[in-house]
């Protein structure tokens, strides 16, 4: 049987880590984005559909085109943040699950065939791969700082014209300013979240 993690892997990954509004001048390079990606490509998804699909914004030029689609709040963090990921979801991702879930290459059909599920689909495995996207960045020593205030139609309008692949959420990732972070927020207890039954 395997060992839990120890309490400093703990502490970074959930206990010690936090959402970051503000950035160190440090930057991050494309071998560290490319090892972030091999780390969270790792997680599952159902039918290891692999929905997510990533965009890094590293240059004030590319940082320029998303700009106009964020919430006020959200603009001088992104421009501050060595890197700005888009997680995004491919709405047609099944088209390559004969490569991904070869032994039953028939599952593409199901979700040709059924909008709505290919849709709750993409969304909650493309979703969960964001938050594996953002646990891999801590456990290689990066912070994030995930961000929703901003239009996802201007996002997709800009970056993903042909419709194929839509906007979930926003990461910044780089090594995040000590001084801007904010009190940690209560979470819920065990009684007002959980059930055993
Ligand atoms: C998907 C997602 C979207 C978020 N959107 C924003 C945002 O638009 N602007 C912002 O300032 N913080 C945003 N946050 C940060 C949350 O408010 C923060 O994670 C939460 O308050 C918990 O803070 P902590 O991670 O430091 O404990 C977002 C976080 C996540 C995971």
Not at 19 to 48: C, E, F, H, I, K
Not at 90 to 102: H, I, S
């Given at each position: 049987?395997?060992?839990?993690?120890?309490?400093?892997?703990?502490?970074?990954?959930?206990?010690?880590?936090?959402?970051?509004?503000?950035?160190?001048?440090?930057?991050?390079?494309?071998?560290?984005?490319?090892?972030?990606?091999?780390?969270?490509?790792?997680g599952p998804t159902s039918a290891n559909c692999c929905p997510a699909r990533l965009v890094f914004l590293r240059t004030p030029e590319a940082k320029a085109r998303l700009l106009p689609a964020l919430s006020p709040g959200n603009v001088d963090k992104t421009k501050a943040a060595p890197v700005t990921t888009i997680i995004g979801y491919d709405t047609r991702f099944f088209e390559l699950l004969p490569k991904l879930f070869p032994h039953r290459p028939e599952m593409a059909q199901n979700f040709a065939n059924n909008a709505a599920?290919?849709?709750?689909?993409?969304?909650?495995?493309?979703?969960?791969?964001?938050?594996?996207?953002?646990?891999?960045?801590?456990?290689?020593?990066?912070?994030v700082g995930g961000m929703s205030g901003f239009d996802n139609a201007k996002v997709d309008a800009e970056f993903f014209p042909d419709g194929r692949i839509k906007s979930n959420f926003?990461?910044?990732?780089?090594?995040?300013?000590?001084?801007?972070?904010?009190?940690?927020?209560?979470?819920?207890?065990?009684?007002?979240?959980?059930?055993?039954?």
């Amino acid at each position: 049987m395997r060992k839990p993690l120890d309490d400093t892997a703990l502490d970074v990954l959930f206990r010690q880590a936090r959402t970051q509004n503000g950035w160190l001048d440090v930057p991050v390079s494309d071998d560290q984005l490319r090892a972030l990606y091999d780390v969270m490509r790792l997680g599952p998804t159902s039918a290891n559909c692999c929905p997510a699909r990533l965009v890094f914004l590293r240059t004030p030029e590319a940082k320029a085109r998303l700009l106009p689609a964020l919430s006020p709040g959200n603009v001088d963090k992104t421009k501050a943040a060595p890197v700005t990921t888009i997680i995004g979801y491919d709405t047609r991702f099944f088209e390559l699950l004969p490569k991904l879930f070869p032994h039953r290459p028939e599952m593409a059909q199901n979700f040709a065939n059924n909008a709505a599920l290919a849709q709750t689909t993409a969304v909650r495995n493309g979703t969960l791969q964001g938050a594996y996207f953002m646990m891999a960045a801590r456990a290689l020593g990066l912070d994030v700082g995930g961000m929703s205030g901003f239009d996802n139609a201007k996002v997709d309008a800009e970056f993903f014209p042909d419709g194929r692949i839509k906007s979930n959420f926003l990461c910044n990732v780089g090594h995040g300013d000590p001084s801007k972070v904010l009190p940690r927020l209560p979470r819920l207890d065990w009684s007002e979240a959980c059930t055993l039954l």
